[in-house]
């Protein structure tokens, strides 16, 4: 368990924590000259049961409540220190206050120097003290009269704390790791070392973790867990951690900063957040007000945009946008405190809701809707009101990473919501099966609605399908969870088209007829010099019109492409042409080429390489610079030859991102992307971004 104290100055901390302990936590030589704390102390007392005791003992002076505030967060129980000769004071009052905004809900009252009082004088300042703490998250804290200089009360106190930590539940190790450094210092023979309070998970020796935000890697040699040598530090427990790395030292590492699981490593400057207001304030919170940000041990400026219609008044709550000077290192439900600009008095606190808050449609119904589903406590409850409500998918792999869920916790958590996800790249989104099961039956509508306007087209294109459909799915989840389908033969996918399985646009078979005398004379030895659609008629005797329909209605099926006006030449010729210039640029010392070495490849006049290439360029497969172009590695499957991308789509093999999981195992299909960029990918060569994956065709 760790302590916490808490009180103005003077009223006898530190020589509570050192009665009770044996420790003085003055360390600084300016504190010892002083005779008041000025920065966070540290001691420890063994517990009869065998565990530690921590204690952080902080500061009490106005001057330095950002200290107090470093080493307030992630202690378990609060010992409010108040000295009966003065009673309830300023900083006591602030630190009571800082205290409840942090939602520190277990403590007891030392009531200090009670030697120098009666029982009379005791009682009042008792009641004054009971008066104070209600309407507080300590109301009905014990009081306990102490005095440091007669032992009255220390052993009842110690006794009092090794019962509360005896009765403390112990905080769950299943999170990521995360420690909120407070101090950093080398030792010879040992190097750089931080401290700090550990707010979740665990870390053992050996480790890889990362110091946040600044982004440095770091490995665990040794660890100190409440004062002792172990190979394993938890959750609610004060650690000492011996980092090794390339650029780690102790001046790299600065207080406020977060040694964490490498996977949460994502610094924000955008929060969204519920702040409330002290009923001791005497102005409202307005637009854009300044305010200095304590997270963790961490102090940042920062800026406060209204979500609501109105400033926020004293003693009220309400949804905020901060808008931080730098990044932090954070998670979502961390609670935070907010003080002025001068640093003179504490004006509010709250809890971070969405770490990822958007810049523009903050206040938009859909985005404060959102915000009541983020500010439920529990994460696995606010992931179902998140997938019930617009746009009715979550970016899974974000989700988990800012609540710090470990991989098992988001696996059963899917699992029991039974979410449908979909792999795009790195990243995993979730839908609910009732969402899913809607968005299918919508696609295959919309299909069938398009194929009946239009029964001569081959398919509607992605994007215009992904626009019609709702939910409006990121583009490369779309084209991820079209995979299912098509596996399944609901749906085909041809390059940049997507069809009903049975849909087959067939040509007649007088233009079958037709074909069979146009394709020869388009292709053989003279497939980059085809006749054009006049020449074609005359050749043939058949009238320009019906050669220029045929060849068009063959472009809409992939057979052909019109790469200049009436000059159409066949789709695997395209193709072949598109591997002369990746040959060209990979052959050229800088990856350019002419169109004069383009024209000698393919045998051809001037201006008709020139058409080519410019059909090339629309279509982003090169890029032009002056007279020189280079290759677009993104499009080159945009002119696939036929065959191939039949077989890429339609063969059944194991090519979806979407697979269903062995939730015991965790393992799962291997994801491919669909699209142009990855078709020719083998999945062998593609990584699973994580085990949480559920079929989205079944």
């Known amino acids: ?89 300023p900083q006591t009052r602030e630190h009571l206050a800082i205290v409840d905004l942090l939602g520190i809900e277990r403590g007891i009252v030392a009531l200090t120097k009670s030697d120098l ?33 007669t032992g009255e009360g220390i052993d009842a106190l110690r006794d009092r704390l090794f019962e509360a930590a005896h009765t403390l539940q112990a905080r769950a190790p299943r999170e990521r790791f995360r420690l909120a450094v407070d101090r950093s210092f080398t030792l010879p023979g040992f190097g750089t070392i931080v401290t700090g309070t550990v707010l979740s998970g665990a870390v053992a020796t050996g480790d890889k973790v990362t110091i946040s935000p600044s982004g440095l890697a770091a490995r665990v040699r040794s660890i100190h867990a409440q004062d002792r040598p172990t190979e394993r530090g938890l959750a609610g427990q004060r650690c000492a951690l011996n980092l090794a790395g390339d650029g780690i030292s102790k001046d790299a590492i600065a207080r406020g900063q977060v040694v964490l699981d490498p996977d949460l490593h994502a610094p924000t400057d955008r929060i969204d957040a519920t702040l409330r207001l002290l009923a001791t304030e005497t102005k409202p919170v307005i637009q854009w007000m300044p305010a200095r940000l304590h997270h963790a041990a961490t102090e940042v400026g920062a800026r406060i945009v209204l979500l609501g219609d109105a400033a926020i008044a004293p003693g009220a709550d309400a949804p905020v946008q901060l808008v931080l000077d730098r990044p932090i290192a954070a998670a979502v439900g ?9 640093a003179q008095r504490t004006i509010g606190g709250g809890k971070f809701l969405d770490l990822r808050a958007p810049v523009r449609k903050r206040r938009a119904p859909e985005r404060l809707a959102q915000l009541r589903a983020h500010a439920i406590g529990d994460s ?18 974000a989700f988990t990473r800012d609540c710090a869920l470990s991989g098992q916790q988001a696996q059963a958590i899917g699992e029991r919501l039974g979410v449908v996800t979909a792999s795009a790249g790195e990243r995993v989104f979730a839908l609910s099966a009732p969402v899913w099961l809607r968005f299918k039956q919508r696609l295959l509508a919309a299909l069938k609605t398009f194929h009946t306007a239009n029964p001569d087209l081959p398919g509607i294109g992605l994007e215009k399908l992904r626009m019609q459909l709702d939910p409006r799915l990121p583009a490369a989840v779309f084209r991820s969870v079209l995979q299912g389908p098509v596996r399944d033969k609901e749906i085909g996918l041809d390059g940049a088209w997507v069809r009903l399985a049975g849909h087959e646009v067939r040509l007649t078979p007088d233009d079958e007829k037709t074909w069979k005398r146009v394709a020869p004379l388009i292709g053989g030895a003279e497939r980059f010099r085809p006749p054009r659609v006049r020449d074609i008629g005359t050749m043939l005797g058949l009238h320009e019109t019906d050669v220029r329909r045929l060849l068009k209605l063959l472009g809409r099926l992939g057979k052909v492409d019109e790469v200049a006006q009436d000059h159409f030449f066949l789709r695997p010729t395209v193709a072949e042409m598109v591997g002369i210039v990746v040959d060209l640029g990979a052959t050229s010392a800088n990856a350019e080429f002419s169109a004069a070495q383009f024209r000698d490849r393919v045998d051809n006049g001037r201006k008709v390489a020139i058409q080519i290439l410019e059909f090339l360029d629309r279509h982003g497969v090169t890029l032009r610079r002056g007279d020189l172009r280079r290759v677009n590695k993104h499009r080159l499957d945009l002119f696939r030859r036929d065959t191939g991308a039949e077989t890429a789509n339609t063969s059944g093999r194991e090519s979806s991102p979407v697979g269903r999981p062995d939730f015991k195992s965790g393992r799962g299909r291997e994801p491919v992307l669909g699209g142009f960029d990855s078709l020719s990918l083998p999945p062998s060569k593609m990584k699973a971004p994580g085990p949480l994956k559920k079929d989205l065709a079944r």
């Open 117 to 149: 009082v009666d029982e009379a004088e005791r009682t009042k300042v008792a009641a004054e003290i009971a008066q104070t703490l209600e309407g507080t998250s300590l109301a009905g804290a014990e009081i306990v009269p102490v005095s440091t200089v």
């Open 334 to 342: 961390d609670r935070f405190v907010l003080r002025d600009t001068t």
């Open 1 to 89: 368990m760790i302590i916490g104290t808490a009180g103005h100055i003077d009223h006898g901390k530190t020589s509570l924590v050192r009665a009770l302990t044996g420790v003085d936590t003055d360390r600084l030589k300016e504190e010892k000259a002083r005779g008041i704390s000025i920065d966070l102390g540290f001691a420890y007392l063994p517990a009869p049961d065998g565990s530690v005791l921590g204690f952080v003992d902080v500061p009490g002076h106005e001057k330095f409540v950002h200290n107090m505030l470093a080493g307030a967060t992630g202690i378990d129980f609060v010992l409010l220190v108040i000295a009966v000769d003065d009673g309830v004071m």
């Open 380 to 397: 696995e409850q606010a992931l179902a009101a998140l997938l019930e409500i617009a746009p009715h998918f979550v970016d899974l792999s």
